[in-house]
């Protein structure tokens, strides 16, 4: 009740004074202590004198107790010191409350209600039924956190949308950004989209741009006003027009605000970023013509002198002579260190191997969130049927 009660004032001042309004009135003349009573008043006076103050007492302790473990105020960073001291973004708008801030270790929980509030790499952010907040990332991205929902900033060009639903204005700069979720990943280079994650079920509606969607078995790409679902009792990746999910979204976006100053402050600092060199994880092409043979696999080879410890792993993807999605798959950074024989088999699923095309694009990204060191790889090959 204290926490509701002074919520507006921050307990920024003494708050004796307003316990002790909500008291009963005190009788001077009543004797500080002992078992006699002043003319006129019975020993019940006495009594309830002792009672009242003990009462007082005990909610100036409440109050203290109240004081020290108070949710911090958000600390309020300069604009001109805006670019040194963000660790990964800030907030850019809050609306209906504030926002909880859990700690990489769950250890502490924050209840934020400003803006200007540094984001932290692996910090959780959570809305309630009735909030949202608007996140500007270090990079320039910004993201809208709607109501009931959890999101944790894994990496400059990463996030984890762990349930709820977000929509992603990303800033172009040459390097993917990724969102996670428990269903699969979503990838792009700088486009706009709606992510919701519900009942594990994860939908992805794109309003401009292109975005890459994918789980463990498959992907496929979706051009503006494309919407596709993925989950466990998804059967598959499939692509379509949805009028309604564009217009719906549209309709949440504008249901948050931000804070004007701030975002401007947010957007010079993001802007100052911008000419720094950033290195970007190189991602190779390989073109296999495989004529009228089926393809049951892929083989990829790599130089033994070009692996160093905690190497990172790499994504396939394969696409047909059209460019159209076939599969995917991964090979895991440990391979290039436990291989004796520097080459990996990845098979392909039976949907891959009946694609009718002569022309395979093999695309090999590499994973910069599974280690530190790349592999250099040398070829890859398709392997076909006798």
Request: proline fraction near 3%.
């Given at each position: 009740m204290l926490h509701r009660g002074f919520s507006r004032d921050r307990l920024v001042a003494d708050m004796t004074s307003r316990v002790m309004m909500y008291l009963p009135d005190m009788d001077p003349e009543l004797p500080a202590c002992g078992h006699e009573s002043a003319p006129g008043h019975s020993e019940t006076s006495?009594?309830?004198?002792?009672?009242?103050?003990?009462?007082?007492?005990?909610?100036?302790?409440?109050?203290?107790?109240?004081w020290l473990s108070w949710p911090t105020r958000a600390p309020v960073i300069p604009a001109s010191n805006q670019a040194e001291e963000l660790l990964s973004g800030t907030i850019l708008g809050l609306t209906n409350g504030g926002i909880r801030v859990i700690n990489p270790d769950g250890s502490m929980e924050r209840y934020v209600t400003d803006t200007r509030y540094p984001l932290e790499r692996n910090s959780r952010y959570e809305t309630d039924e009735t909030s949202g907040a608007v996140l500007g990332l270090e990079?320039?991205?910004?993201?809208?956190?709607?109501?009931?929902?959890?999101?944790?900033?894994?990496?400059?060009?990463?996030?984890?949308?762990?349930?709820?639903?977000?929509y992603f204005e990303v800033t172009h700069n040459g390097d993917r950004f990724r969102v996670k979720t428990p269903e699969g990943w979503i990838t792009v280079?700088?486009?706009?989209?709606?992510?919701?994650?519900?009942n594990g079920r994860t939908a992805v509606t794109v309003i401009n741009g292109m975005v890459q969607v994918e789980n463990d078995t498959n992907f496929v790409l979706l051009a503006k006003d494309e919407h596709?679902?993925?989950?466990?009792?998804?059967?598959?990746?499939?692509?379509?027009?949805?009028?309604?999910?564009?217009?719906?979204?549209?309709?949440?976006?504008?249901?948050?605000?931000?804070?004007?100053?701030?975002?401007?402050?947010?957007?010079?600092?993001?802007?100052?970023?911008?000419?720094?060199?950033?290195?970007v994880r190189a991602e190779r092409v390989f073109v296999v013509d495989v004529g009228s043979r089926k393809v049951t696999g892929l083989r990829l080879e790599w130089r033994p002198d070009s692996v160093k410890p905690e190497p990172m792993g790499y994504s396939i993807y394969i696409?047909?002579?059209?460019?159209?999605?076939?599969?995917?798959?991964?090979?895991?950074?440990?391979?290039?260190?436990?291989?004796?024989?520097?080459?990996f088999d990845l098979v392909l699923p039976i949907n891959a191997r009946k694609n009718g095309s002569s022309l395979l694009h093999i695309s090999v990204v590499p994973d910069a969130d599974s280690g530190v060191n790349i592999t250099e790889l040398s070829e890859v090959y398709a392997l076909t049927e006798p």
């Open positions: 006495s009594y309830l004198k002792f009672l009242v103050g003990g009462v007082a007492a005990a909610l100036l302790l409440v109050a203290g107790l109240t990079d320039g991205t910004q993201v809208r956190l709607f109501e009931n929902s959890s999101l944790t900033i894994t990496s400059s060009r990463s996030v984890r949308l762990e349930r709820g639903s977000a280079m700088g486009t706009a989209f709606g992510v919701s994650v519900e596709t679902e993925m989950g466990s009792a998804v059967a598959s990746l499939a692509v379509k027009k949805n009028e309604t999910a564009v217009a719906m979204w549209l309709s949440k976006i504008r249901s948050l605000e931000v804070d004007r100053k701030v975002e401007e402050e947010w957007i010079r600092a993001a802007g100052s970023r911008t000419g720094r060199a950033h290195p696409r047909d002579g059209s460019l159209k999605p076939l599969a995917k798959g991964y090979v895991p950074g440990r391979i290039f260190t436990d291989s004796p024989s520097a080459t």
